[in-house]
């Protein structure tokens, strides 16, 4: 809808012609709709980088907590020589101190039976050896007296088994 007014113009107290005001209604939407994708381009922009910069700030944040799981995960798969940088917060900061502590005491542990196992090892072998020469020492003059005894009774049966052959000859 289109709205025309006319404004009379006088200088000087003269009269001029009128100045006829048209209106365009299509011109203000379109003025409207100028501003609404500007805001909204600008304002999606804004968004954007509001969460990029709190997606960054958060990564850097966590980052610490990142690397303490990286390092639980080695300690569960054995590695007990790694070690975790100590970063972020006071709280983090002593997490990362006290796992650091924790697998040095893992890893002297280790060691310590490791060499408890090889020292028992040793020992069961000390006592093998032993205790085989104590059951050779003891039971070998035994044996000894067996296998003499065998070869007496062979021998005397032998010569039994000639004296009765000759015997019934």
Same mark, same amino acid.
């Given at each position: !809808? ?6 009379? *113009? ?5 009269? %001029? $012609? ?22 909204? *381009? ?37 590695? %007990?020589? !790694? $070690? ?12 990362? &101190? $006290?796992?650091?502590?924790? &697998?040095? @005491?893992? /890893? @002297?542990? !280790? /060691?310590? #039976? /490791?060499?408890? &196992?090889? =020292?028992?090892?040793?020992? /069961?072998?000390?006592? +093998? @050896?032993?205790?085989? =020469? ?7 003059? %035994?044996?000894?007296?067996? +296998? ?5 009774? !062979? =021998?005397?049966? =032998?010569?039994?088994?000639?004296? #009765? ?5």
């Amino acid at each position: !809808m289109r709205t025309i007014i006319a404004v009379p *113009v006088e200088i000087e107290g003269v009269h %001029y $012609r009128s100045i006829l005001i048209a209106s365009n209604p299509w011109d203000e939407v379109a003025e409207v709709w100028e501003s609404f994708l500007s805001l909204s *381009v600008g304002g999606s922009a804004l968004v954007l980088f509001v969460l990029l910069l709190n997606s960054w700030i958060v990564g850097r944040a966590l980052s610490p907590i990142k690397s303490l799981g990286h390092g639980l995960e080695q300690l569960t798969n054995g590695a %007990y020589e !790694m $070690r975790v940088i100590p970063s972020g917060a006071p709280e983090l900061h002593a997490i990362c &101190t $006290r796992l650091n502590l924790l &697998t040095d @005491k893992l /890893q @002297k542990t !280790m /060691q310590d #039976n /490791q060499i408890l &196992t090889e =020292r028992l090892i040793t020992l /069961q072998d000390d006592e +093998r @050896k032993e205790l085989a =020469r104590e059951l050779h020492d003891e039971s070998g003059p %035994y044996l000894f007296a067996i +296998r003499a005894g065998l070869n007496v009774l !062979m =021998r005397g049966d =032998r010569k039994s088994t000639r004296l #009765n052959s000759s015997h019934t000859d």
